[in-house]
């Protein structure tokens, strides 16, 4: 298990409201158009649970962040950047990113992709969009400053780790049991640290994950309450079309 603490947040966050859909074949580019728009801004989080062998994997390393060591819903975690209507551009460090790796080093592992590359919904079945009380231009600009110092925070130094663990390399263990986060969720939190936010308060944050994430922002609702200023919490918006975590060929 992962050391994490319990939120006295009894009941769920009220302003994160689940969608069920009824059309399966539904794109979730038109999902975010129907259900995600009103949430969507520069800033906001894009939160996805796919079905590749290594979103499998990633789903179910997650489970020691989880009481019930159940695999988490969710794989991968990315920032809008900007866009309107159901086309958005994305920061993000991806594992299995749609351009490539691109030059590693000098961007430290981000890369930016399109909201249209998560736009499947047998490949990325689960998605939510979320919205949090900062400055949307800042948290770009912050993405911006990640990507440009390996100082803050070494991306790639997570990156390698997870991809031999993803692809079953060798031996290689789970790297959230070594204190190592999921390189896209360490990401976005690193970012958010920057402007002074904790994404994840019930959890270290070098052992981020997009699975800490979510537990946050549907348990800490009363955290942000007191300590953003806002007296509200997070808003948001998902849709969970596989419970279970399964691979889809």
Same mark, same amino acid.
């Given at each position: 298990?992962?050391?994490y ?10 302003? #994160?409201? &689940? ?5 399966? %074949?539904? *794109? ?5 158009? @129907?259900?995600?728009r ?8 894009? $939160? ?8 499998f ?8 962040? %989880? ?16 866009? &309107? /209507?159901?086309?958005?551009? $994305?920061?993000?460090?991806? #594992?299995?990113?749609p351009?490539?790796? *691109? ?6 592992? +981000? @890369?930016?992709? @399109?909201?249209?590359?998560?736009d ?27 990507? &440009?110092?390996? *100082? ?10 997870? #991809? ?7 031996n290689?263990?789970?790297?959230? #049991? ?11 939190? !690193? ?8 994404? !994840? ?8 994950? =997009? ?11 009363s ?6 200023? @806002?007296?509200?919490? =997070?808003? /948001?918006?998902? !849709?969970? +079309? ?8």
């Amino acid at each position: 298990m992962i050391p994490y603490r319990i939120s006295t947040d009894k009941d769920a966050n009220p302003e #994160l409201k &689940r969608k069920e859909v009824k059309d399966k %074949r539904l *794109g979730n580019t038109k999902w975010f158009s @129907q259900y995600g728009r009103a949430y969507a801004k520069p800033g906001s989080i894009l $939160l996805l649970g796919g079905t590749s062998v290594s979103d499998f994997r990633l789903r179910v390393a997650q489970s020691h962040a %989880r009481g019930d060591l159940l695999p988490s819903y969710w794989s991968h975690v990315a920032i809008l950047v900007e866009g &309107r /209507g159901n086309s958005w551009s $994305l920061s993000e460090v991806s #594992l299995n990113p749609p351009n490539g790796f *691109g030059d590693a080093p000098r961007n430290n592992a +981000r @890369q930016t992709s @399109q909201l249209k590359h998560y736009d499947d919904p047998d490949l990325w079945p689960n998605i939510a969009v979320l919205s949090f009380f900062v400055d949307g231009r800042e948290v770009v600009k912050a993405s911006d400053q990640v990507a &440009r110092n390996r *100082g803050t925070i070494d991306l790639c130094a997570l990156v390698v780790p997870w #991809l031999a663990f993803v692809w079953g390399a060798g031996n290689a263990p789970n790297p959230l #049991l070594q204190d190592k986060g999921i390189p896209s969720a360490v990401f976005v939190e !690193t970012v958010m640290g920057i402007l002074g936010f904790d994404l !994840t308060p019930g959890l270290s944050s070098q052992s981020s994950c =997009p699975e800490a994430i979510w537990q946050s922002v549907k348990w800490w609702h009363s955290f942000y309450r007191e300590t953003t200023g @806002q007296n509200k919490p =997070p808003a /948001g918006v998902y !849709t969970i +079309r596989q419970q279970s975590a399964a691979v889809v060929e």
